[in-house]
T-cell receptor, first 112, second 113 residues
């Protein structure tokens, strides 16, 4: 079993829909959680960075962490065709170990 | 522009050859990470350097090696290339204390023919 599980999709939704992307993990020591967006053949770009449990909002994006369920989510409101990309979750433990453990990425397609 | 510079952007070479990929981290960043991403695959961690010293190793083949120089740029050397080494190679950097996430470069696309 992988430490971080993420459905590879593709997930196809109409423009304007609310998108929910998710990852589950098995290591209860993870404390820092990130979402990256990767356009085709480009470098991943950090979207959201959260520490421990709770919600964080940035524009149309909301990141949610539920440590009791070992489950993280990224919500995209008013989705646009330009949001079409692969979304990767990543996480790490606290302390001096800065290695990120990555999900496989979910391919998202927003249909105009 | 993320501030992390990778060269070259594209590289086509033959099996058995050796290539060197270069990465310049963001100004002030001390850590450099190298990743491999094969077609439609996830990111595979290769190796990390911090301020010139190797800090962590992932699934890096013995044919691959890396180093980080005093000016903090890093090079990834790939030798005895095989067709299966064709992939995107990304470099990422993080600041001192490694707060926040990684900042990635735009990658080097390696094609082995």
């Amino acid at each position: 079993q992988k430490e971080v599980e993420q459905d590879p999709g593709p997930l196809s939704v109409p423009e304007g829909a609310i998108v929910s992307l998710n990852c589950t993990y098995s290591n209860s020591a993870f404390q820092y959680f990130m979402w990256y967006r990767q356009y085709s053949r480009k470098g991943p770009e950090l979207l959201m960075y959260t520490y421990s449990s709770g919600n964080k909002e940035d524009g149309r994006f909301t990141a949610q962490v539920d440590k009791s369920s070992k489950y993280i989510s990224l919500f995209i409101r008013d989705s646009q065709p330009s949001d079409s990309a692969t979304y990767l979750c990543a996480m790490r433990v606290g302390g001096s170990n800065y290695q990120l453990i990555w999900g496989a990425g979910t391919k998202l397609i927003i249909k105009p | 522009d993320s501030g992390v510079t990778q060269t070259p952007k594209h590289l086509i070479t033959a099996t058995g050859q050796r290539v060197t990929l270069r990465c310049s981290p963001r100004s002030g960043d001390l850590s450099v990470y190298w990743y491999q991403q094969s077609l439609d695959q996830g990111l595979q961690f290769l190796i990390q350097y911090y301020n010139g010293e190797e800090r962590a190793k992932g699934n890096i083949l013995e044919r691959f090696s890396a180093q980080q120089f005093p000016d903090l740029h890093s090079e990834l050397n790939l030798s005895s290339l095989e067709l299966g080494d064709s992939a995107l190679y990304f470099c990422a950097s993080t600041p001192q204390g490694e707060r926040g996430g990684y900042t990635f470069g735009s990658g080097t696309r390696l094609t082995v023919v």
